[in-house]
């Protein structure tokens, strides 16, 4: 019974406490005893790319609820853990037991261990209640997210106490990135439309980069790709001075995936560099998306961005007919910000094609209408100003003025 006291400067308190433990074994009626497990259990959540104090711990060693008939009068403990990953360095006792024992300590000096005891002292009365017996605090020291038990090597309680141990109960401890709005990676293309298009013709176009805050990004992995391939190819791409090209490969001329070193990624920037193959009555779409970092980045959110590519057709105006009562009556539109898109509402359902162009007659979208009387295309990547919608049916051709403001 308490064996690694015996090495202890306080030996002379043990004396005294084995005295009260003797005179208290006499005094005591013998009833059936419970059996319980003995737990250690984790307070909180440890999140590895926080403050210091996101990565603090509290572990509690507890038999449940203990009662004046159990005659808890003292125990002593040894605990064991990583000492790579945590660093416990004070006792909790407020709100535990061990609150209310008159003698009590907690030793952290070995590496790995924690030992501690507590007792009534001379002439005290049992302890009870529905707390944990004694609790510890530290904290996790390590950068990454991993998982850990703490476990009890031993538990002693003087003879007296009427509980059983069955088992001891480790705390598995799971350390982890949590998921926050500013732990993110994004690109945004400089711009938001490029028109005028010329076959053969090489565009070249900014991708910014930027990173939220409680991150650790050193190496980030992108792909780029276009929804055109008779359209456009990809064909270079041009980095800022702190970024570094680790590898970089292409499946075909629509598809680019790289991966970069980021040696400080305020302020970066690549170039991409597109291939006009041909300019018909066309459009396309690029996008961007980071899809990997390296281990134990902190970054959870990756924000992509999309650029569209617009070539012309000039509008034969002769042929469109519009009766603006036909209009005003049988048709509404405007542009909802909360789906950043275009709305038509019609009267009655109306099946053929429509398509919008902006003010200069380039087609920027074109749609089949299946019996709709509600017509919805996205207007995100559209910059602020005036489109004309056409809708065509066998029966006739209507024109809409479109705002976005």
């Known amino acids: ?42 307070v909180g959540s440890i999140d590895v790319c926080g403050e210091k104090s996101d990565k603090d711990i509290i572990i509690l060693l507890s038999v449940g609820r203990v009662l004046q008939s159990d005659s808890l009068f003292g125990f002593n403990f040894e605990i064991k853990y990583d000492s790579v990953k945590f660093k416990f360095h004070s006792p909790v006792y407020l709100n535990t037991l061990a609150e209310f024992f008159d003698i009590k300590d907690v030793n952290f000096g070995k590496k790995g261990l924690v030992r501690g005891y507590a007792s009534v002292g001379l002439l005290g009365s049992q302890i009870s209640g529905n707390r944990p017996l004694i609790g510890i605090y530290g904290d996790y020291i390590d950068n990454c997210p991993d998982s850990s038990e703490i476990s009890l090597k031993y538990i002693e309680f003087t003879d007296e106490f009427k509980k059983v141990i069955r088992d001891y109960k480790p705390a598995m401890i799971q350390a982890v ?57 990809l064909v270079d791409l041009n980095l800022s001075n702190n970024l570094e090209l680790i590898s970089k490969t292409n499946s075909d001329s629509t598809q680019l995936r790289f991966k970069l070193k980021l040696n400080d990624i305020n302020g970066q920037y690549a170039n991409l560099k597109i291939r006009v193959k041909q300019n018909k009555t066309d459009s396309a779409r690029i996008i961007i998306n980071p899809v990997y970092t390296n281990y134990c980045s902190c970054v959870k959110r990756f924000y992509g961005d999309t650029i569209l590519i617009k070539s012309k057709e000039k509008i034969d105006t002769s042929t469109v007919v519009c009766e603006s009562k036909l209009e005003t009556e049988s048709m ?22 429509i398509k919008i162009y902006d003010v200069c007659g380039s087609l920027i979208n074109e749609q089949k209408l299946n019996w709709s009387k509600k017509i919805s295309f996205d207007g995100k990547y559209l910059n602020k100003g005036l ?16 705002i976005k403001n």
């Open 177 to 233: 990135e949590a998921d926050k709005p500013n732990r993110f990676l994004k690109t945004d293309f400089e711009l938001n439309t490029i028109t005028d298009l010329i076959k053969d013709t090489v565009i070249e176009m900014r991708i910014n980069l930027g990173i939220g805050t409680q991150v650790r990004v050193d190496t980030a992995e992108f792909e780029i790709f276009t929804d055109n391939k008779d359209m456009l190819s």
């Open 1 to 42: 019974m308490l064996r690694f006291l015996a090495n202890w400067s306080l030996q002379g308190k043990i004396l005294i406490l084995l005295s009260v433990w003797l005179l208290s074994i006499g005094s005591q009626t013998v009833k059936a005893a419970d059996t319980v497990d003995v737990v250690l259990s984790q």
């Open 332 to 353: 509404t539109s405007y542009y909802d910000y909360n789906s950043e898109s275009f709305i038509l509402n019609i009267s009655d359902y109306i099946d053929g094609v």
């Open 387 to 402: 489109y004309l919608a056409i809708i065509k049916t066998n029966m006739k051709i209507y024109k809409i003025i479109l």
